[in-house]
């Protein structure tokens, strides 16, 4: 086991490294000029040279690549003289838009997007698999029913209606202040504010998620119960309430950790419409300010890496827990 | 003294689409303790289904169930179709056991053998894990599993087809159950595995005297183990009786058909093997008369057209038989003489 995982972790860092070469090809092949844009409308064609210089453009675009890969090991230094900068390692690269090192960013952005995450998926997976297997208790009955249509309305409406309809009912009620929402306060000094602060973004995160997982509960649970191993569970006398949560549930729930994992480390990377619409300033807003408004390259590579990093690691620890729950699948 | 098992009447229905499938059509018999019973018929013919009522394992809701089956307990009778839901809980795994039909996929992929047998002991024994694990390691050893004290840990994948047939008896049987239900034991496994399986139950069953009531479509099966057997067709019992009376003197012609239907090395003549012809009716509104005269090479002999007005009721054919058919044992072996002459 220790092995596989070793020899996966190799894996991924050999694909991040990879995906750093994509991104700078992608990033050489754009036809736009991020040393004119940010110099400003009115830059003259020296200006706009030096500030080629100053944001290290003016190197061939390998030399730019190899730069930034030596960065991630010994930290790099950026400007001259008195505007002089030092990014120490792991350097991701320097944000001229943000005048802050790619980490630093990333670092103040993290907080919103994980507590968004982890918010968010406690709700959407608790809710899932508790609606999911009571639809499938009482299939047929008006609980499925009703659940059913919550799948239907949750599952179909787009996070960006559905986001915008939480707030505007939120704001016309007075439970969101959109003057303190998005400014920082800790889970651990005031956690209150903390939730007050989350908990309409989690909502709206949450339903779609947790109507596509009562979905798959819902018929996962059906299918395990017409399984053979159930009948003998129920021919050897195990009570009803055991054979759906010792026998049925884990066989059911199995394949949603793939789910969960994948949708987790995902949202890590930072869910940009529903930050956006709470104002929470995580990941997602930043990969969208160096995006759309500055053509911030560093700052683009750095979210990029730092989301695939999830995103790989999450695929990893999805196969490790796999391996847990299905013996079948267990690495010798 | 009464026997363990007697069924009366049974009629199991089903609600479809299509309409009312009567998967079992006033089934009756019983069954001592120490014996085994064989139902033999095609697929559909109602013998699953039979066998899971008497588990009282069907859908109370979802399933249209009338007649008695009782199980003659030391404790004192219990009807299976009447009693509560938790009664018959008890009961199951405890008084009467089943094995399937498939050991690969009716053992539970996730836990260990340990797991599985200790569960079926634990949930009607006062005792620890403990306890559990030192019973199941006795029946694994009991069953023939060859070092059980390593197997005893490992997962149903890492075991053969005939391995886990003896987990599952090991199973049923952790209890000493005073009815065996076997729903074809050996039709998943390798023809050498299939002997060796029938004699463990064999010899299970003279261990611990249990009734056992085997599903099957296989008259080789029955032939090497049973000591009764009913026929069923169309969800109805159209032969009873002994063995060997059944196989040398059948007193319906669906048997007959059936008995010309099992490949012989003694009789080869280099022919081609004697099929039923047709296909068994739907179970949703049976037609009138017979149900197997369509099929039926005998229909021609019976007098008038009673096959296709009057359904033949279950007449008494001889000592301890029984057969639905409006010709006698005497009528059938003229008949089939007549033919073999041609």
């Not at chain 1, 230094?77 to 790619?102: D, I, M, Q, R």
């Not at chain 2, 085994?36 to 109602?46: K, M």
């Not at chain 2, 009991?142 to 087809?161: A, C, M, N, T």
């Not at chain 2, 196989?247 to 022919?271: K, M, N, Q």
């Amino acid at each position: 086991m220790l092995k596989y995982v070793s020899k996966r972790l190799a894996y991924t860092v050999l694909i991040l490294f990879l995906l750093t070469i994509v991104v700078y090809l992608i990033f050489g092949l754009l036809p736009a000029d991020p040393a004119k844009i940010s110099c400003g409308v009115h830059c003259n064609a020296i200006q706009v040279a030096g500030n080629r210089h100053r944001l290290g453009l003016d190197i061939p675009l390998w030399d730019q690549w190899w730069h930034f890969i030596q960065g991630i090991f010994v930290g790099r230094n950026y400007g001259e003289g008195a505007a002089a900068f030092h990014c120490p390692a792991p350097a991701l690269g320097y944000s001229f838009p943000n005048n802050e090192c790619v980490t630093t960013v990333i670092a103040h952005a993290f907080p919103y997007t994980l507590s968004l995450a982890i918010g968010a998926f406690i709700l959407w997976f608790t809710t899932g698999i508790g609606l999911g297997v009571l639809a499938a208790r009482f299939r047929g009955t008006w609980i499925d029913k009703v659940t059913t249509a919550f799948v239907l309305i949750g599952g179909s409406m787009p996070t960006f209606i559905l986001g915008l309809l939480i707030y505007i009912s939120a704001f016309m009620l007075h439970w969101i202040d959109p003057i303190a929402q998005g400014v920082w306060v800790s889970p651990w000094t005031d956690p209150v504010g903390f939730i007050k602060n989350f908990i309409f973004a989690w909502i709206s995160l949450a339903l779609a998620f947790s109507a596509i997982y009562t979905r798959l509960t819902r018929s996962n649970v059906i299918e395990t119960s017409s399984e053979d191993f159930i009948r003998t569970a129920r021919a050897k006398g195990v009570t009803p309430r055991r054979i759906l949560f010792k026998h049925n549930l884990r066989t059911s729930l199995a394949p949603l950790i793939t789910n969960a994992g994948l949708d987790f480390g995902g949202l890590l990377g930072g869910a940009i419409i529903t930050e956006n619409i709470f104002q929470l300033p995580g990941l997602g807003e930043v990969s969208l300010k160096a995006v759309l408004q500055d053509f911030d390259l560093p700052l683009i590579v750095g979210t990029t890496l730092f989301a695939a990093t999830f995103i790989i690691l999450f695929n990893l620890i999805v196969d490790v827990a796999y391996a847990y729950l299905d013996p079948r699948v267990r690495i010798k | 003294m009464k026997p363990f098992l007697e069924v009366k009447d049974l009629s199991v229905a089903f609600t479809t689409e299509d309409g009312k499938v009567q998967a079992t059509d006033s089934v009756t018999f019983s069954l001592n303790l120490g014996e085994t019973l064989a139902i033999v018929g095609e697929s559909g013919s109602g013998k699953s289904v039979s066998s899971m009522a008497i588990m009282g394992l069907h859908n109370r809701h979802r399933t249209d169930i009338s007649g008695e089956i009782y199980l003659n307990l030391d404790s004192g009778a219990v009807e299976i179709n009447s009693a509560e839901e938790e009664v018959i809980r008890k009961l199951r795994g405890n008084q009467m056991a089943m094995i399937f039909q498939d050991p690969m996929s009716s053992l539970h992929p996730y836990y260990t053998i340990n797991n599985q047998i200790s569960e079926a002991w634990l949930l009607h024994n006062k005792g620890d894990k403990k306890a559990a694990r030192a019973r199941t390691l006795e029946m694994l050893d009991l069953v023939g599993i060859p070092d059980p004290h390593k197997r005893i840990d490992e997962y149903p994948h890492q075991f053969s087809g005939g391995m886990r047939q003896r987990v599952m008896i090991a199973m049923a049987l952790v209890n000493n159950p005073k009815l065996l239900i076997a729903d074809e034991p050996t039709t998943a496994l390798d023809v050498t595995v299939q002997a060796e399986i029938l004699s463990l139950i064999k010899d299970m069953q003279k261990e611990f005297n249990t009734a056992v009531l085997l599903i099957t479509h296989d008259m080789g099966v029955v032939a090497a183990v049973a000591d009764r057997i009913n026929v069923m067709y169309a969800g109805r019992l159209v032969e009873q009786g002994p063995i060997d009376d059944v196989f040398y003197h059948p007193a319906h012609p669906y048997t007959v058909g059936l008995l010309g239907s099992i490949p012989r090395v003694d009789e080869f003549h280099g022919g081609r093997l004697k099929a039923i012809q047709g296909q068994p009716p739907s179970l949703i509104n049976l037609p009138t008369g017979c149900a197997f005269r369509e099929r039926c090479e005998f229909a021609s002999h019976v007098p008038g057209n009673l096959c296709a007005t009057t359904r033949p009721e279950s007449t008494e054919k001889g000592a301890n038989r029984q057969s639905r058919c409006h010709l006698s044992i005497a009528d059938i072996e003229r008949i089939s003489a007549e033919r073999s002459a041609k």
